[in-house]
């Protein structure tokens, strides 16, 4: 083998490894550190008034057009709902943090950690809901703007501002109520 492809072979190789990752593995369970995953979390600098970051508001926006087609994650089949029919579910929901901060959302939008957004399967993009804390009965309104969470035991990954507000970013996760909201 010449030196050029000797060189040409590193290169591939180098690029290739940079593009298989691991996949993530949570926390464990006592660590302090949450649910979240060990390579997210909460930002070095948060905002100093989560509290004051407003709800997000209902109103008419147009139906992103890639992203409300049906697709496949992880092997399942999701078919986003642009039915307009209400849509009410209970289960967990989870947060996201730093590691997707700044990143592209299924929308096309750029991540907020601090927005108040998140991450549903089947919802319409855009589309808004009300996400309610059933141990705590804290409520937040979040713009749908991202596909996800594709865990079974999930019905909604919220962004670190609106989980901070319902009150469960230490514990990583909390069993939520909801429930779509129309203008």
Same mark, same amino acid.
């Given at each position: 083998?010449?030196?050029?492809?000797?060189l040409?072979?590193?290169?591939?190789? /180098? *690029?290739?490894?940079?593009?298989?990752?691991?996949?993530?593995?949570?926390?464990?369970?006592?660590?302090? &550190?949450?649910?979240?995953?060990?390579?997210?979390?909460?930002?070095?600098?948060? +905002?100093a008034?989560?509290?004051?970051?407003?709800?997000a508001?209902p $109103?008419?926006?147009?139906?992103?057009? #890639?992203?409300n $087609? +049906?697709? /496949?994650? #992880?092997?399942?089949?999701y078919?986003?709902?642009?039915s307009?029919?209400?849509?009410? /579910?209970?289960?967990?929901?989870s947060?996201?943090?730093? &590691?997707y901060?700044?990143?592209?959302?299924?929308?096309?939008?750029?991540?907020?950690?601090?927005?108040?957004?998140? %991450?549903?399967?089947t919802? +319409?993009?855009p589309?808004?809901?009300?996400?309610?804390?059933? %141990?705590?009965?804290?409520?937040?309104?979040?713009?749908i703007?991202d &596909?996800?969470?594709f &865990?079974?035991?999930?019905?909604?990954? *919220?962004?670190?501002t %609106?989980?901070?507000?319902?009150? #469960?970013?230490? $514990?990583?996760? %909390?069993?939520?109520e909801?429930?779509?909201? #129309?203008?």
């Amino acid at each position: 083998m010449n030196k050029t492809s000797t060189l040409l072979l590193l290169l591939v190789t /180098t *690029l290739w490894g940079c593009s298989t990752a691991p996949r993530p593995t949570e926390a464990p369970a006592g660590s302090g &550190r949450g649910g979240y995953y060990l390579d997210d979390g909460p930002g070095a600098h948060a +905002p100093a008034h989560l509290d004051q970051i407003p709800d997000a508001v209902p $109103k008419n926006e147009p139906l992103n057009r #890639f992203a409300n $087609k +049906p697709y /496949t994650a #992880f092997g399942k089949v999701y078919v986003p709902d642009v039915s307009g029919k209400p849509y009410r /579910t209970r289960g967990m929901a989870s947060w996201y943090g730093r &590691r997707y901060d700044h990143q592209k959302t299924s929308s096309g939008e750029l991540y907020d950690m601090y927005g108040m957004t998140a %991450a549903h399967p089947t919802l +319409p993009i855009p589309s808004y809901a009300r996400v309610t804390n059933l %141990a705590n009965h804290k409520s937040v309104v979040v713009r749908i703007n991202d &596909r996800g969470p594709f &865990r079974s035991n999930r019905v909604i990954d *919220l962004s670190y501002t %609106a989980a901070w507000k319902l009150g #469960f970013v230490n $514990k990583g996760s %909390a069993e939520v109520e909801v429930e779509r909201l #129309f203008p």
